[in-house]
């Protein structure tokens, strides 16, 4: 699976729109980008994922850019509550190893 | 109401006591794993299963053991725990193998001293 690289923390005022890059310059063309996010040693919760067109759902928007070699995670209007560390994954879907690989994320801390 | 649940939520124990990590998920989901996650080192995958008696080793499977008997549930068993097992652990499931893991459990986190 292709590497990603993304800033290790970030600071959101609270309801301005939180941009989470990720950098995977060696993604390959059938692998697909994950988000997830973890809240304080929460679960990790599933944010969104896309191959190469632009997603969005309830939760957040991702932008692939037309290379593919970056993307970035949109939280439209950013609250307290979206204080977590965010995971862009990259890796093949429903093929190949049967896993996630996590790395060190970037964690955003949304400001009163 | 849809979930993974895990027990217990913390333990303490002592070195090369067996102990069982409980996950049960109520979404019939065929897909489980388990990860434990490591200040510094990220969330890992220990085991997975792709359904029912279908099980397999991921990144750090040394030191635990799972079953999947029947679809709901996939413990983890670590036989004779040690220290370097202290961490959290989490139980993910979700349907069939996707790349994406929907539900995680709330983690357990295990002390051995």
């Known amino acids: 699976d292709a590497k990603t690289t993304q800033p290790p923390s970030m600071d959101c005022a609270e309801g301005r729109a939180a941009n989470l890059p990720c950098n995977h310059s060696?993604?390959?063309?059938?692998?697909?980008v994950y988000w997830y996010r973890q809240i304080h040693s929460q679960g990790p919760q599933y944010i969104i994922h896309g191959l190469k067109n632009n997603e969005t759902n309830e939760m957040a928007s991702l932008i692939i850019t037309e290379d593919r070699k970056s993307s970035t995670l949109i939280l439209p209007h950013a609250t307290l509550r979206d204080t977590a560390v965010y995971y862009c994954?990259?890796?093949?879907?429903?093929?190949?190893?049967?896993?996630?690989?996590f790395g060190k994320g970037t964690k955003l801390s949304v400001i009163p | 109401e849809a979930q993974v649940t895990q027990n217990p939520r913390y333990l303490i124990t002592v070195t090369g006591k067996k102990l069982t990590v409980t996950c049960s998920q109520n979404m019939n989901h065929e897909y489980m794993s388990w990860y434990r996650q490591d200040p510094g080192l990220g969330l890992r995958q220990i085991y997975y299963s792709m359904n029912v008696e279908v099980t397999d080793k991921g990144d750090v499977p040394e030191g635990y053991k799972v079953s999947r008997k029947e679809k709901r549930n996939f413990p983890l068993i670590l036989e004779s725990p040690s220290p370097n097992q202290t961490s959290l652990y989490f139980c993910?499931?979700?349907?069939?193998?996707?790349?994406?893991?929907?539900?995680f459990g709330p983690g357990t986190r295990l002390t051995v001293l």
């Open positions: 994954i990259v890796r093949e879907s429903g093929a190949g190893s049967y896993q996630l690989t």
């Open positions: 060696t993604i390959s063309g059938n692998e697909y």
């Open positions: 993910a499931s979700s349907f069939a193998w996707t790349g994406r893991l929907e539900f």
